[in-house]
């Protein structure tokens, strides 16, 4: 339907510009003679303006056409989030990537990232994982990966940041919900106040056609103690236990895209600049 229409636009461009020459001519006041070098003239200035006008037309009708194309094979690698456990004060990520598209996955990148709400590493609000991201060659349809090829890991120092910005934010959850005059159901209402850090997982990928593709999800993340047994003395500071948690409020995000080379290749050059403020 488009394409008829820019081509009936180019004929009524040419035809009146063949009009309006004809017009000059037949109004012209002297000899006619005169005006056949000038008609010419503009006859061919007309009929390269129509070239050009139908050069650009074409390209942006055959681009969109590529595009569709591209876009019909679509990989769709769904993420969730499988676990995530504390090992000597690393945070370990476990997501599972299923294929549910309907054409092969390429190059497939998974990175990761921590969201702070209330706390910063050298001025930065979030902290990728301090590995590269994990590199999977191909994912074919209906094929999933877990941890056993997944390396997603934080350091030391976003571990300590994360355990600040978790208290802080339960300080001001509970402030909050106190302050909404709901005492008598605040245990009900507490985690609906609560805002957790967020922990990000990006998954680039391109089809056969080269089109590149980003699923993005996001999980609350928290960190707490362990619980102590009965009849024990709280542990100090250096005894603690701390553990890994997954809260379910709010709901976790997921959204498939296409995307440009450009933005793949500028947000893992992005995130590789910051991969040390998590520490080892």
């Not at 004060?89 to 990761?112: C, F, K, L, R, Y």
């Amino acid at each position: 339907m488009r394409r008829n229409i820019f081509l009936i636009a180019i004929v009524a461009v040419a035809c009146l510009l063949i009009i309006g020459v004809g017009v000059m001519v037949f109004l012209w006041p002297g000899d006619k003679q005169d005006l056949v070098g000038a008609g010419t003239m503009m006859a061919t200035i007309a009929l390269a303006l129509v070239t050009v006008i139908y050069v650009v037309i074409m390209k942006h009708i055959l681009d969109s056409d590529r595009k569709r194309l591209q876009l019909s094979f679509s990989p769709i690698l769904e993420v969730k989030l499988e676990s995530s456990h504390l090992v000597r004060d690393h945070i370990n990520v476990n997501p599972v990537i299923t294929n549910s598209g309907n054409t092969p996955a390429i190059e497939v990148q998974v990175d990761a990232e921590i969201g702070f709400l209330n706390s910063t590493i050298e001025g930065n609000q979030s902290v990728p994982a301090h590995f590269r991201p994990s590199f999977i060659s191909c994912l074919s349809q209906g094929e999933t990966i877990n941890k056993d090829k997944l390396h997603l890991g934080f350091g030391t120092v976003c571990t300590e940041v994360l355990k600040q910005d978790v208290c802080r934010g339960l300080k001001e959850g509970r402030k909050m919900a106190f302050s909404k005059e709901v005492r008598g159901e605040y245990w009900d209402r507490i985690e609906s106040v609560i805002r957790f850090p967020k922990l990000r997982i990006y998954v680039y990928y391109k089809n056969h056609l080269g089109q590149f593709f980003k699923s993005f999800y996001e999980h609350s993340i928290s960190i707490q103690e362990s619980p102590t047994k009965r009849n024990e003395p709280p542990p100090r500071d250096s005894e603690k236990h701390w553990t890994v948690a997954l809260p379910q409020i709010p709901q976790p995000i997921f959204s498939p895209d296409a995307i440009d080379e450009e933005v793949y290749r500028r947000e893992l050059e992005e995130r590789e600049t910051r991969r040390q403020l998590g520490g080892w």
